[in-house]
């Protein structure tokens, strides 16, 4: 059963940046790039909500709007690792960032999701 665990998270000032690491574990015999990943957020009080997502390979990238042209997600298979590479965080941008992983399509919504990580808190302030 594979694993994901986020990191990278912290306390950022608005307009600052934070690169938000998901490594997965336990994926012996079936290879790592096997799995699409998204990223979600929650923010205190509100639902958990996609941020964006990346397919098998890397080669396809999805945002939502309220991330475009701030966020890059990206992968490294060799290294069991997909990034979220935030920029101009603004205090909205607070949350809990949740890695997820599915075999079967970029998990987009809760109820496509295999596996999620523990979650990794980022606070932005103004």
């Known amino acids: 059963q594979v694993q994901l665990?986020?990191?990278?998270?912290?306390?950022?000032?608005?307009?600052?940046?934070?690169?938000?690491s998901c490594?997965?574990?336990?994926?012996?015999g079936r290879t790592f790039s096997s799995y699409a990943v998204g990223w979600f957020r929650q923010a205190p009080g509100k639902e958990r909500e996609f941020v964006?997502?990346?397919?098998?390979?890397?080669?396809?990238t999805y945002?939502?709007?309220?991330?475009?042209?701030?966020?890059?997600?990206?992968?490294d298979n060799a290294n069991n690792t997909v990034y979220l590479q935030m920029n101009s965080l603004e205090p909205e941008d607070t949350a809990v960032y949740y890695c997820a992983a599915d075999?079967?399509?970029?998990?987009?919504v809760i109820g496509h999701v295999e596996v999620w990580g523990q979650g990794t808190l980022v606070t932005v302030s103004s």
């Open 23 to 28: 490594a997965a574990s336990g994926v012996s």
């Open 52 to 60: 964006g997502g990346i397919s098998w390979s890397g080669g396809r």
């Open 103 to 108: 075999k079967n399509r970029v998990p987009m």
């Open 5 to 20: 665990v986020e990191s990278g998270g912290g306390l950022v000032q608005a307009g600052g940046s934070l690169r938000l």
């Open 63 to 75: 945002y939502e709007d309220f991330v475009k042209g701030r966020f890059i997600i990206s992968r």
